[in-house]
C-alpha cells in the first residue's frame, strides 16, 4: 500500500445523516469502525489526477469542505483539457480520479467553481456535496445536469411465450435491458447498439423456442429446446452482471449502491467501460475481415496442398512471418469479407470465472479492478479471452451445424471421408483449403491420441480406426487444438510476435492459475509452438529456438521476484530424457500452429490493431516496440489511444520493474482511466 | 464480433452435442472445483449423446509415436 491512493468513505451515522471522510492508505480502520458500530459503510479509493516526476502528490483534507463527482464518460482526454489551460496547481492538488462512473472528483471547490467546470469537462452530469464538519445530509446534495434523450427510444417487441419456464427469462432479459438502456443513454452511449443487437438476439432465440414447441415432440426436438434455454439463461446471466456492475455509482451516488464491496460508494462503471472499450477495439479491427466468410467463400473454393504426414513434417519458408509476406497472405486475398450483423461480447469483472469467455460475454478476473497492473491480473489477458471468440466462430464454420441440420451424423460422415481420402493423398494432390484446415486438425488430434509412445509398432490392422474413433480423438483433443488458434492469434495480434516478452506474459499469469500447475506439460507445449509459429524453421530447430525463448522469459521474469515453483517443473521437461518426451508432443502441435499461421495471419487485421499515428503514447512513431505508457501523458480530443498497445506497454512496465510508481491500485486505475476514453471504433453504426 | 445467424448455429451444433447442456457451469452440472480444472470446457468429455458404437473401420491412420531401445522417440507413419 502507498500513499498515493485514498478511500472516500460515507459511513451512514444516523438515518439521512453521513460522516464523509478520506483516509489515506487502507480502507481496513473505517471496516473495523463500521463493524464496531453497526453502521452502513460505504467507500471507494480516489487517486490523485496530476502526478508529476519525483513529487509526492498533496495528500487531500481528510473531512473536506465540498466534493463534485463529474461524471465524465471520456475522463482521461477531460483531464489532459483542464489540466493547464483551465486548474490552477492549487485546484490540481485537489483533482482525483475512480474506478467509477462519477470519474474525476474534486475536493474543496464552491459550487460556482463546480459548475464552470462541468462545462470544461463536458460531462452530462455532476453532483455536488456541501459538506459540514465532514457531515452530509440529503438536502446538501446537488444534482446538476439533464435527463439525455437518444434520438430513438429502444423498440421492444417481446412478446410472453405463454411457457412459464420460458418467459421468466423473457422478463429478466428484457428488464435487464431496460435498465442498462436508461444508464447507457447518460454514461454509455456507444453501447446502445450494442443493447439493439441483443434485442435482435433475444428474439430470434424465443421466435425459435415457440416454433419447437409447435414441431412434433421428439428427443432431438427437446435438446434443441434445451440448448436455446440454455442460451436465454446465459444471457440473462451476462445481461444481470451488466447492470450490477456497469450502472451502480450512477448519480444519484447515494442511491445507487455497488454490489462490490471494495467499491460500494462510487462502483465500478467506469473500469467496466475500460473492459468494453478493450473489446470493442480489438472486435472492430476483426470485424474488417470475417474468419466464417473466409472460410466459407474463399477457402472453400480454393484449392491447396497441406501437409499431410506429420512425422515428415519440415514447416520452411512459406511458414515464416516476414514484411516480405505483408501483401501475400492468404486470408487477406479474395473479397472484402467484413463480419455483418455481429453480437458484440458483453463485458464484466467475475471473481469466480476470472479470465473467460463465453458466447455472450467474456469476463475479466476481479483482482484486476485493484492490481491489473501486474501481470497476473494484466488486461493482456482479456485479449486472449476475446481471441477465443474468433476461435470459436472459425471452429464452428470448420465443425459446427446449423439448424437445417437434421442429422449429425451425416456431416461426420462426409469430414472422415474427406478426412481419409486427403490423408492418402499424394503430394501432388489438392483440395479446398477449408477442408485442408478441416483435416489438419483432424491430423493433430488423432496424433495427440497416439503420442502416448508405443515399443513395438502397431500392425496395420492396429492402426485403423472407426469414424467414431476419430470422432473421440477429436472430443478429446479439440480443446487443446482451439488454445493453439487461440495462442496464434494472441501472438500475432496482441503481442506483434514478441516471443519472450509472450512467454514472459503468459508465466507471469499463470502463476497464479490452477490449470498450469495441473498440467505444466500441456502448457509447457503450447508456449513453445506459439513463439515457433512463424519462424518457418525445422521442427528440431524451431523447438530448440522456442527452448531458449521460454527460458529467457522465465529468468527475466525472475530477475524482477516472479517466480513460481511451476517454473522449475517445466524447466524439468526440457532436460534428460524428458526434452525428447517434450519435443514429441511439441511436433504434432508445431504442425498444426503453422497451418493456423499460414491461413489466419492476416496484416489488414494487424494494421487496425496497430493505428499508432495518432495515439499521444507513440509519441510520433508507428512501430509497436516504441510505444510508452507513461502515466505523464494526457490525452487530447483527437487522440486515439490504442488500448491493446497501451496494455502491452503497461504490462512490459511492470515486467522490467521500471515503474515510476510502486501504487498498484493506482496504476491499475489509471490504466483503466486511459482505456475507457477510447474514442469509439470508427464503425460503431455497423449494425444498420 | 460472431455474426447473429453463427452464434444461432453454434447453439444447434450444442443441442446436437451436449444435448442442450449448458456450457457454463451451475451447481448441478459442475462443481467451481473441476470448472477451473476444465476451464474451457464445463462440458468435459462427455460422450456424444446419440453416437451409435457399431460402425465399421472408416480409415487406415498409420501415425504412431515409437520409443527405441535408446529411449529415442520417434513419430513415423
Not at chain 1, 483435416?439 to 515399443?455: E, G, H, Q, T, W
Request: charged content about 25%; hydrophobic content about 40%.
Amino acid at each position: 500500500m502507498s500513499t498515493f491512493t485514498y478511500y472516500l468513505s460515507v459511513l451512514e451515522d444516523e438515518p439521512a445523516k453521513f460522516k464523509v471522510r478520506i483516509e489515506p492508505d487502507t480502507a481496513l480502520p473505517m471496516i473495523r469502525e463500521a463493524l464496531a458500530s453497526s453502521k452502513d459503510l460505504r467507500y471507494s479509493p480516489i487517486l490523485p489526477a496530476f502526478l508529476s516526476p519525483d513529487e509526492e502528490p498533496v495528500a487531500p483534507p481528510t473531512t473536506p469542505t465540498s466534493i463534485a463527482f463529474y461524471f465524465a464518460n471520456q475522463p482521461y482526454l477531460s483531464l489532459g483539457k483542464i489540466r493547464l489551460a483551465v486548474l490552477d496547481q492549487a485546484e490540481r492538488d485537489r483533482v482525483f480520479f475512480t474506478e467509477g462512473l462519477a470519474s474525476i472528483v474534486l475536493l474543496n471547490c464552491d459550487y460556482k467553481r463546480a459548475e464552470e467546470l462541468q462545462a470544461e469537462i463536458n460531462c452530462a452530469r455532476m453532483e455536488w456535496w456541501r459538506l459540514s464538519a465532514g457531515t452530509l445530509r440529503f438536502e446538501d446534495v446537488v444534482q446538476v445536469g439533464k435527463l439525455v434523450a437518444p434520438s430513438e427510444g429502444l423498440s421492444f417487441e417481446f412478446e410472453r411465450s405463454g411457457d412459464a419456464a420460458i418467459d421468466v427469462y423473457v422478463e429478466q432479459i428484457a428488464s435487464s435491458l431496460a435498465s442498462l438502456w436508461s444508464c447507457y443513454v447518460t454514461y454509455h452511449p456507444e453501447e446502445l447498439e450494442t443493447l439493439k443487437q441483443f434485442v435482435k438476439l433475444a428474439n430470434e432465440l424465443l421466435a425459435k423456442v415457440v416454433a419447437l414447441a409447435e414441431g412434433e415432440q421428439t428427443l432431438a426436438n427437446l435438446r434443441k429446446r434445451n440448448a436455446i434455454i440454455s442460451a436465454l439463461v446465459e444471457l440473462s446471466a451476462s445481461l444481470s452482471y451488466s447492470v450490477t456492475q456497469g450502472t451502480s455509482g450512477s448519480s444519484p451516488i447515494l442511491a445507487n449502491k455497488s454490489p462490490f464491496p471494495h467499491h460500494s460508494l462510487l462502483g465500478v462503471g467506469g473500469a467496466i467501460r475500460a473492459l468494453t472499450k478493450f473489446t470493442r477495439y480489438l472486435e472492430a479491427a476483426f470485424r474488417t475481415r470475417s474468419a466464417a466468410e473466409v472460410i466459407r467463400r474463399q477457402y472453400a473454393t480454393k484449392t491447396a496442398r497441406i501437409p499431410t504426414k506429420i512425422s515428415r513434417y519440415e514447416s520452411g519458408d512459406l511458414y515464416a512471418v516476414s514484411a516480405e509476406r505483408t501483401d501475400r497472405e492468404e486470408f487477406d486475398q479474395g473479397g472484402d469479407f467484413r463480419v455483418e450483423n455481429d453480437i458484440p461480447l458483453l463485458t464484466h469483472f467475475s471473481l469466480r470465472h476470472g479470465f473467460k469467455e463465453a458466447k455472450f460475454s467474456v469476463t475479466a478476473a476481479s483482482e484486476s479492478l485493484t492490481a491489473e497492473c501486474l501481470p497476473a491480473w494484466t488486461l493482456m489477458t482479456l485479449s486472449h479471452e476475446i481471441m477465443h471468440s474468433r476461435v470459436r466462430d472459425i471452429l464452428h464454420v470448420l465443425f459446427g451445424n446449423n439448424w437445417g441440420d437434421d442429422d449429425p451424423e451425416e456431416q461426420w460422415e462426409s469430414i472422415t471421408t474427406d478426412f481419409d481420402k486427403w490423408y492418402h493423398s499424394s503430394d501432388r494432390d489438392t483440395a479446398p483449403i477449408d477442408q485442408g484446415i478441416r483435416n489438419s486438425v483432424l491430423n493433430f488430434c488423432l496424433a495427440m491420441d497416439r503420442s502416448a509412445p508405443v515399443a513395438v509398432r502397431r500392425s496395420p490392422s492396429d492402426k485403423k480406426l472407426t469414424k467414431e474413433e476419430v470422432l473421440g480423438a477429436f472430443r478429446r483433443f479439440r480443446r487443446l487444438a482451439t488454445e493453439l488458434f487461440v495462442h496464434f492469434h494472441d501472438y500475432y495480434f496482441a503481442y506483434a510476435c514478441q516471443p519472450k516478452l509472450y512467454v514472459m506474459s503468459l508465466w507471469a499469469s499463470w502463476t497464479t492459475v490452477a490449470a498450469p500447475g495441473a498440467r505444466p506439460l500441456e502448457y509447457l507445449v503450447r508456449t513453445l509452438v506459439t513463439v515457433a509459429s512463424g519462424t518457418g524453421l525445422k521442427p528440431q530447430a524451431a523447438f530448440d529456438y522456442a527452448v531458449e525463448q521460454l527460458k529467457d522469459g522465465l529468468d527475466a521474469l525472475e530477475a524482477v521476484e516472479v517466480g513460481s515453483p511451476l517454473f522449475d517443473a517445466i524447466r524439468s521437461f526440457l532436460e534428460n530424457h524428458e526434452r525428447l518426451h517434450t519435443f514429441s508432443l511439441f511436433k504434432p502441435a508445431y504442425y498444426l500452429i503453422d497451418q493456423i499461421r499460414y491461413y489466419f495471419a492476416s496484416p489488414k487485421i494487424a494494421t487496425e490493431i496497430d493505428r499508432l499515428e495518432t495515439d499521444p503514447f507513440a509519441e510520433g512513431s508507428t512501430v509497436a516496440e516504441d510505444y510508452s505508457a507513461s502515466i505523464y501523458v494526457y490525452g487530447s480530443q483527437g487522440d486515439l489511444v490504442s488500448p491493446i498497445r497501451y496494455s502491452l506497454a503497461a504490462l512490459v512496465r511492470q515486467l522490467t520493474a521500471n515503474s515510476p510508481i510502486t501504487d498498484l491500485q493506482w496504476l491499475t486505475a489509471w490504466n483503466a482511466l486511459v482505456i475507457s476514453s477510447q474514442e469509439a471504433p470508427h464503425d460503431q453504426n455497423r449494425f444498420f | 464480433m460472431i455474426s447473429l445467424e453463427n452464434i444461432l448455429d453454434m447453439i444447434c451444433t450444442e443441442a446436437f452435442e451436449h444435448g442442450g447442456v449448458p456450457e457454463v457451469p451451475d451447481h448441478k452440472h459442475g462443481a467451481p472445483l473441476s470448472y477451473f480444472a476444465e476451464k474451457r470446457d464445463a462440458r468435459g468429455d462427455m460422450a456424444h449423446p446419440e453416437r451409435s458404437q457399431t460402425s465399421e473401420t472408416a480409415l487406415q491412420y498409420d501415425l504412431e509415436l515409437v520409443e527405441d531401445k535408446k529411449g529415442n522417440l520417434d513419430w513415423l507413419e
